[in-house]
Structure formats: C-alpha cells, structure tokens
C-alpha cells in the first residue's frame, strides 16, 4: 500500500512565555505498518520538532526536525508493525527554544503486517451552515467505540462557496472540520473523496490541498488494507466525471489482484432516489460506471451528495453477469435533509438521520452496520464469499419506474 499521510492540526491558540502561535491539529489522513507522514499548520512561520516513542518502550525515543514554515510535513519510517506510538509536536519560540506549547500527547497504533480483520468507517456531507454547528460533532463521538482502521468521508466536509479560502485556518475548516473532529483524527487516519463544497473555486481548491497535501493532482487514490483493496474517484459533480479516470480505474482493479474484497468511493451518487433522481449529474455515465465495476468485480461502492442514507439490492448490469455491485449512499451528518422515495431497487431508504457506516472486514466477509447520531442501528447488510447475492439486473427496469408506484 502505498503511503498515505498523517496531518496535524488543532483548533487552539498557545501562549508560551509571551509567546502565542496558532496550530491545527492533529489528524492523520493515513497510517501503514511501517511507515507514516505527519504534518502540521501553523500560522506563522516557525520550525518544527516531532517526538514520537513506542509506548511501551519508551526508551525509544526518536525526534525529526522540519525548517521553518507554516506547514511541516514530517515523513517517518521504520515503525514497528502493531505498534501504539506516542507523538508531540514541540515549536521554536522566540528565545529559541522548542517548546511543546499545545501540551498535547497524541497516539496511533500502526496495523500489523497481517490483517485478517479490520473496520473502517464511512459517512459523508457533514457540512452545517449553522453559527454552532453540533451535528457533525455527535456523529463523530461515536467513532472511536468502533476502533476503525480508518475513517473516510464521500465529500462536501465544507460549505465552500463565499466562505471558501485557500487557507486552513478559515471558519470554515475550524468549524466544520478540525473542531468536530479533533477528539478522533488525532489518532485515526481521516481520507477523502472530494464534494463539490470543496472544489467550487480556485480558493476552496487551494484550501482543500493545503489541508490534504499528498492527495496528487487528479484527487483519485487507490490504497490497501491486508487483502481489502480501495480505490478514491473523483466525482465532485457528476457521474460523466468517471469517464476521465475510467481506464486509471480499471488498471487499479488490475493491481488488485488477489485481493478479497474491492470497495470504492466517490461524492456523487450513481443510484439514488433522492433529489438528484432524475438529474443529470447522475443519469449521465452511471450505466457505464455499473458496467465496469461489474466487470471488475468490486463489491461495494460508497457515495454522498444525495442527502439521505440509502441502499440499495446489489446490482447487475445485464442477466449474463455473475457478480452483482452493492452500492449504499451515506450522506447526510450535518447539512440539510433531501427526501429519498423507496423504488424498486431499494433495500433500505432512511430520511432525515445524520448516520455513518462501519464496515467490519474479513477474509469471507464484509459487515456493514449503519447507525443514527445516537449510536443506534438504523441498517445492516453482509456480503459474503460463501453466499453470493445476485441482487437485480439494472437495465430491465426503465428510470421512469424507478421510484415505485
């Protein structure tokens, strides 16, 4: 798997011997056995120190410098697989001295080099508009009880628009980003598929990769977990998006090989019977994007951007195919509600929730639990080598009928 990053950052002001410097952080956006990234912001220029240890073996001890600058981007090897570290980030005040001025001792736990069993946790368009936003906040409580692998959002994190800049202290960002998650991201990995919010402007873009700086120029990733393969596609507005990175796409699901299960994530949602039903930022390219996930054998597919929480019977692109794609939309944890009319090929539609999706994996099988803001189960599904759900073919029934009578 190749690296992904640690990014820190926090939502406080410290004050050492007259001496005040605004930080974000922190929060991973990626973790391997052996290897991770972590960065800082500040808002001044300054140089950086971080000190991380096993935390059993403290004697261990090491320490990694960064020059001066308003982002540190700290790149280390060689940690021990399995292995819970402890990190802090000390800062050069103006007697020169580092100084640890957050007082904050953060850990991850590196994953050992044979997964067998992991979960990770999936939910999307937490933006919230409000002056005090609380939504997103209640969602993320609940996240740690899952220990989760990893957590990733299908998009629109942020309000975008009038409010978007390229920098990451704005309102925005400390609002609707670091503040509600600053009690999760500091020990788990955080990775996005980018929503429109994010990318409305030059300004949100440059925010965007200020915040995310190892995401590469085109926004799709792909990573991997023991033998789960992942795959990121950019989609920030429509589905017609896929058709730039389609044979991208289908080289990584090459690459996957051996794996056991193929999941993928984007903002917008091929199916949905939501507000965006009949819209073309949907209709346009979805059948073809069916097709080659059918095609290469991906099992599941995250989206946001229709503000619900849906899913749907696994599809087939034509009665020939002998695997069928699960396709679930999680998006809604602090925006505001669209309404989602169960059709024919709905499992389960439910409205007006904030939720989030964890995913329990393993060799022959791939749990899926939905739960409300209150931790309550609202949806659940498995996938599972041993029963194969052909679920329904999509092009036996027209659009038009697809919401039900």
């Given amino acids: 798997?190749?690296?992904?990053?640690?990014?820190?950052?926090?939502?406080?002001?410290?004050?050492?011997?007259?001496?005040?410097?605004?930080?974000?952080?922190?929060?991973?956006?990626?973790?391997?056995?052996?290897?991770?990234?972590?960065?800082?912001?500040?808002?001044?220029?300054?140089?950086?120190?971080?000190?991380?240890?096993?935390?059993?073996?403290?004697?261990?001890?090491?320490?990694?410098?960064?020059?001066?600058?308003?982002?540190?981007?700290?790149?280390?090897?060689?940690?021990?697989?399995?292995?819970?570290?402890?990190y802090r980030i000390l800062f050069?005040?103006?007697?020169?001295?580092?100084?640890?001025?957050?007082?904050?001792?953060?850990?991850?736990?590196?994953?050992?080099?044979?997964?067998?069993?992991?979960?990770f946790i999936a939910y999307g368009d937490s933006r919230d508009s409000s002056k005090k936003p609380k939504r997103h906040e209640l969602i993320a409580s609940q996240f740690l009880k899952y220990k989760p692998l990893f957590i990733i959002s299908t998009g629109d994190i942020l309000l975008g628009g009038k409010s978007a800049t390229a920098s990451a202290f704005n309102d925005d960002w400390t609002l609707n980003f670091f503040r509600p998650l600053r009690n999760v991201i500091n020990s788990v990995p955080y990775l996005v598929s980018a929503g429109n919010h994010e990318l409305d402007s030059p300004e949100a873009e440059q925010g965007f990769r200020q915040v995310f700086p190892t995401l590469k120029e085109s926004f799709n990733y792909s990573f991997r977990y023991g033998r789960t393969s992942f795959i990121v596609l950019n989609t920030p507005n429509r589905m017609k998006e896929f058709q730039s990175q389609k044979q991208w796409f289908i080289k990584e699901l090459e690459k996957a090989g051996n794996a056991d299960w193929r999941v993928v994530f984007l903002h917008v949602s091929p199916f949905t019977n939501g507000k965006y039903l009949k819209n073309s930022w949907t209709l346009d390219g979805r059948e073809d994007f069916l097709k080659t996930c059918v095609e290469n054998k991906v099992d599941l597919v995250f989206s946001g951007h229709d503000h619900s929480y849906q899913r749907f019977h696994p599809l087939r692109f034509s009665d020939n195919d002998s695997h069928a794609v699960l396709f679930v939309v999680t998006g809604l944890a602090g925006t505001n509600a669209y309404k989602a009319e169960p059709g024919e090929f709905t499992a389960q539609a439910v409205n007006n929730t904030d939720h989030f999706c964890v995913v329990n994996v393993t060799h022959d099988r791939l749990s899926l639990k939905a739960y409300n803001n209150n931790n309550q189960l609202i949806d659940e599904a498995m996938l599972s080598k041993g029963e194969i759900n052909l679920g329904k073919v999509w092009q036996s029934v027209t659009m038009e009928s697809s919401r039900g009578q």
């Fill in 92 to 119: 050069k005040d103006n007697t020169g001295n580092f100084v640890d001025q957050s007082k904050q001792t953060n850990t991850f736990s590196t994953p050992p080099q044979n997964l067998d069993e992991f979960s």
């Fill in 1 to 86: 798997m190749r690296l992904l990053s640690l990014v820190i950052l926090t939502c406080l002001s410290c004050v050492t011997a007259g001496y005040a410097l605004d930080i974000r952080g922190p929060y991973l956006t990626g973790l391997e056995s052996g290897e991770a990234t972590i960065v800082v912001h500040t808002d001044e220029d300054v140089e950086a120190v971080i000190e991380y240890e096993d935390r059993k073996n403290k004697n261990l001890s090491q320490k990694k410098a960064s020059p001066a600058g308003g982002r540190h981007i700290f790149n280390i090897e060689g940690l021990t697989p399995g292995t819970e570290y402890t």
